[in-house]
């Protein structure tokens, strides 16, 4: 993508840069309860294996304050330096000032300045969290939340409109307080002895109309890192198309610095999900590249068979399973292109436009599977389903090793922005 970024103050958070030209930076929230130390590391190793590049997890009591030291060093202890977030509501003035080991173990606070306090306490207790940040040389975000809007500030607004005539409705109000609050805790933060570079915002709301408006005005209003994405975005493909709906948009047009695609998961789903789709995004839109993608037909009439879709969903599983090893060992393959085609009609055009691609037979079809390897016909496939599986899958591997560069060992861990694979970790119980 070839839209300009909007310019920013670049934030280290642990060895990640967020904004200042980075590019952007995947992050995800664990679902368990940070009390229980080993569920709550393990899936932190989880997230980052899948592509999350900062992970953030609850801190809401005495008991989850005192679990993140050692939730910190497990990670560390397996290999995984994924830089932690402690994510405060209400009081967290009082767990990172009791639990000084909690607020030297994280790596970047997240405040709610809607539910920080009420109001002199509000000012006082945002304070206090700015400094235990401060001295602890600790980056913060701060993040508006539409749920938890300073009520305050909105009644405030309100009246004023009220008052002047302004014939504001509520939405843009509302919209308006959100900006206002983050820029009114900047400043805050700033009197408090942080610095710029150790600032992110957000102004996050459920509904993708209002956060176009919003982070089109907080860009051009401020140049801290953006924190963006939907709150609440929902479940299934509600949550994934109104997400990329808002996002898409404003990544375009280079707003935003890093992303969450907040996803309700299913009972038991997988809480990597809303990872993956948030690499997805960025790889759709040409602003990262972090797995070879798969390219599959929807099918139709002519694909009366469920072959095509079986191999497809099988070939994504095993990238997603071996890209830890292949970025770790071979350059460049995160930007390999595979096709799975289910008929004649599209199928071999789109197989030879992928690096590997193969063109299964629809209803009718001759039962033969052309492979195309960059563009030319490699082989002819033939078998039952689990015959070609293994046998495609061979290609693939066989492509990744002949085509990309061996990394050097050395530089293999700085060069790669994702850390290290679940997998090949190590959670001591």
């Given at each position: 993508m070839s839209a300009r970024r909007?310019?920013?103050?670049?934030?280290?958070?642990?060895?990640?840069?967020?904004?200042?030209?980075?590019?952007?930076?995947?992050?995800?929230?664990t679902n368990t309860d940070t009390v229980d130390i080993a569920s709550t590391a393990r899936q932190c190793l989880e997230l980052a294996e899948a592509g999350s590049e900062l992970v953030r997890i609850t801190v809401n009591i005495p008991e989850a304050a005192a679990a993140v030291p050692?939730?910190?060093?497990?990670l560390l202890d397996a290999g995984c330096d994924v830089p932690v977030i402690g994510d405060f509501h209400y009081n967290g003035h009082v767990l990172l000032t009791k639990y000084p080991g909690c607020a030297e173990a994280l790596d970047k606070y997240r405040i709610n300045p809607g539910n920080v306090g009420h109001g002199e306490r509000r000012d006082e207790q945002f304070s206090t969290i700015c400094k235990v940040a401060r001295d602890h040389g600790k980056p913060?975000?701060?993040?508006?939340?539409?749920?938890?809007?300073?009520?305050?500030?909105?009644?405030?607004?309100?009246?004023e409109n009220t008052d002047r005539d302004l014939g504001l409705t509520s939405e843009e109000i509302i919209n308006d307080c959100m900006v206002l609050s983050a820029l009114q805790s900047t400043e805050l933060a700033l009197e408090n002895g942080l610095r710029k570079d150790q600032i992110i915002i957000s102004c996050k709301v459920s509904r993708p109309n209002d956060l176009l408006a919003i982070y089109r005005d907080l860009a051009s209003k401020t140049d801290q890192p953006l924190h963006?994405?939907?709150?609440?975005?929902?479940?299934?493909?509600?949550?994934?198309?109104?997400?990329?709906?808002a996002m898409g948009?404003?990544?375009?047009?280079?707003?935003?610095?890093?992303?969450?695609?907040?996803?309700?998961?299913?009972p038991g789903g997988d809480r990597r999900d809303e990872v993956y789709a948030s690499c997805e995004l960025l790889q759709a839109l040409g602003l990262r590249s972090f797995a070879p993608s798969v390219t599959a037909c929807p099918g139709c009439g002519r694909t009366t068979s469920t072959t095509f879709q079986e191999l497809a969903e099988r070939i994504q599983g095993y990238i997603r399973e071996k890209m830890p090893d292949w970025k770790r060992e071979y350059e460049g393959v995160e930007a390999m292109t595979l096709a799975v085609m289910g008929c004649i009609v599209n199928g071999p055009g789109e197989s030879k436009a992928a690096n590997i691609g193969i063109s299964l037979p629809g209803t009718g079809e001759a039962p033969s599977c052309p492979v195309y390897i960059d563009g030319q016909k490699f082989v002819t496939l033939k078998g039952n389903y689990d015959e070609l599986n293994e046998a495609f899958r061979k290609l693939v591997d066989d492509y990744v090793s002949t085509k990309y560069p061996k990394r050097d060992p050395a530089l293999a861990r700085t060069e790669s922005r994702t850390p290290h694979a679940a997998s090949k970790l190590r959670v001591i119980a």
């Open positions: 909007h310019k920013t103050v670049g934030v280290k958070v642990g060895k990640i840069q967020v904004g200042g030209g980075a590019p952007v930076v995947v992050q995800s929230m050692e939730i910190k060093r497990r913060v975000r701060i993040g508006v939340n539409g749920g938890s809007l300073n009520q305050e500030l909105v009644m405030e607004k309100m009246q963006l994405g939907l709150t609440e975005a929902g479940m299934g493909a509600k949550g994934l198309v109104w997400s990329s709906a948009i404003l990544l375009g047009e280079g707003i935003g610095d890093t992303i969450r695609i907040s996803l309700t998961p299913r």
